[in-house]
């Protein structure tokens, strides 16, 4: 089984729907979106969900209101600006804590003299099992605010690697987040090959290096694949020297298409519409086959 982890080092440059379309050549691969914080690949393979399960971690202060005396120490306590005071109607005042900005440090409830604030565990999202006709899909939807996205995606990759062992799949398809920060380093640790999706602008070239930087860190075959290369050819050329001189190699290049966009609006990968893109789509696919997905 191989793992093959889409990424970019920015956002926009067009890494959901190649890897749409790398899904629909891998012949039934387990999909995977890793980019919990804005998922996104469900646009376009409209999953059936057929599991669902909560996402916890962390912990957050909920005061017990038949306990509490409103005397205040875990206001003078906080540091987070988290818990405030509100009057009731009756002219008294009450404590409240801000779920928003609680931090879960835990300081009011180790220090409050009833006993009275409780220390849950945080949930901070979902995350799904779903079919859709390109094959199983794992994916998930981070709360609002919520934190601890790394490690979410890391549940959603353990979970999509069982389903590949399980079902004899040959390939896992990884949709990730875009960046260098923690999302991307829990998509890419122990990957068989990455794929960086860029665009040949300055941000692109700029972030492109970052990302290599963290392939070369982590020792993960990467490969480069330069989005919409003929807006600007003369980058282009610039960017493949500079991932070359990285380490990585060239998947191949993408041109300009609006038929993209038109199928993003049919909810469908690039590769299966007339699309004249989707040979530079094919050929990447082939290139990154021929390499053996790495590991």
Known sequence: MKELVIISGKGGTGKTSVTASLAQLAGRPVLCDCDVDAADLHLVLAPDIREEHEFRSGHSAVIN?????????????CRFGAIRMEEKEDSDTLFVIDPVSCEGCGVCVYFCPQNAIDFPERLCGKWFVSQTRLGPMVHARLG???ENSGKLVTTVRQEARRLAETGGHDWVIVDGPPGIGCPVIASVTGASQILVVTEPTVS??????RVLGLARHFQIPAAVCVNKWDINPDMT???EEQARSS???IAGRIRYDGAVTRAQILKKAVV???AACASDILDIWK???RS???K
Do not use: M, Q, Y
């Open 65 to 77: 209101r038949d306990d509490c005396v409103d005397c205040g120490a875990c206001a003078d306590l």
């Open 144 to 146: 609002a605010a919520a």
């Open 204 to 209: 692109g070239e700029h972030d492109l290096e």
């Open 237 to 239: 050329r610039r960017i």
């Open 247 to 249: 380490g990585a190699s």
């Open 272 to 274: 299966e519409t007339e």
């Open 287 to 289: 290139n990154l086959s």
């Open 292 to 294: 053996g997905g790495g």
